[in-house]
């Protein structure tokens, strides 16, 4: 990366300066984000192994599983590995390089939770030509296209981002490198990139949200005329999805959808959907989902 700027590192504050507590910070996120890596490597492992577990909604659960990894793995590490040491350093390659991979991973999590709810939709309301428009060829085309999507999302963050200049204070108030934080030290009026990064990343959320909260409302209105145990079924997976849907895009609204102000609280809202979400997603799609704790305890007595 050629620097038009005199800064080479930056110093992220991270979640606290006090010593005690960065202590607890680390015991902490350690055992999320191992705990993340499990839940999400055990749901990929299972419908990968899995003969029960063919169908397109466990085919889009696996690359949601693989998104929720990579994005908690994008931050969770560094942020470790800081709260143990005196300077949490990180050089301006290291730092672009953080704000392209979140944007890539947090983009294709939007994909696949598009993609899911599509699925429900086909599955609920045109059940008689599911297999045909929801075949393996589409929603590989599908999966191909969320790759595509979030590298050209990405690369338009990134390329807002190399256009900042940095001549002066290199102390990032966060755990980890995100544009809206940058824009506080840059060299430069920031308002109109600002609102390129809102119509780009905030966009995409707030779009995306009404899109699959539509969604639903269209598929709870077709519920009406199957028979109790089919809405039963189908409200039982909706309502995973949904969850998972909140927790995921109410953060995101909020960071990405305002004006370039930064508040004490933006961390903490991170840190959920950055390392929260990515742990409680295993959980609500295997609480709620019978196939896949049976398939899971196959798995398990296989390996015994």
């Not at 983009?107 to 393996?136: G, N, Q």
Request: glycine share 4%; hydrophobic share 50%.
């Amino acid at each position: 990366v050629v620097m038009n700027n005199s800064v080479t590192k930056f110093i992220l504050f991270g979640l606290t300066q006090d010593a005690g507590k960065q202590k607890a910070v680390f015991g902490i996120f350690l055992i999320l984000y191992l705990a993340t890596l499990f839940g999400n490597s055990l749901i990929m492992v299972t419908i990968k192994t899995s003969q029960t577990l063919g169908s397109p909604m466990y085919f889009f659960l696996f690359y949601l599983s693989f998104a929720d990894a990579c994005i908690s793995t994008t931050t969770a590490p560094k942020l470790i590995v800081d709260a143990l040491s005196g300077k949490k350093i990180i050089s301006y390659n290291e730092c672009m390089t953080q704000v392209f991979a979140a944007h890539f991973f947090g983009c294709m999590e939007i994909f696949v939770l598009i993609f899911m709810a599509f699925d429900r939709y086909v599955a609920i309301c045109k059940p008689l030509r599911y297999t045909t428009i929801m075949s393996h060829h589409v929603c590989g085309i599908l999966v191909i296209l969320a790759w595509i999507g979030s590298c050209i999302h990405s690369s338009a963050q990134i390329f807002l981002a190399l256009r900042l200049p940095f001549c002066g204070p290199n102390i990032i108030d966060h755990y980890f490198c995100d544009l809206q934080p940058l824009l506080k030290l840059a060299c430069m009026d920031t308002y109109v990139i600002n609102l390129l990064i809102v119509s780009n990343s905030g966009a995409i959320c707030m779009l995306s949200f009404i899109i699959l909260f539509l969604s639903y409302i269209v598929i709870l209105y077709s519920l009406r005329n199957h028979s109790a145990e089919g809405r039963r079924k189908a409200l039982s997976t909706c309502t995973s999805h949904f969850i998972v849907v909140v927790m995921f895009f109410g953060p995101c609204i909020f960071i990405y959808t305002r004006p370039p102000t930064t508040f004490p609280i933006d961390k903490m809202v991170a840190v959920f959907y950055t390392i929260g979400t990515p742990l409680l997603n295993p959980l609500i799609y295997t609480l709620r989902n019978t196939e896949v704790k049976n398939a899971m305890r196959k798995l398990w007595y296989r390996k015994m």
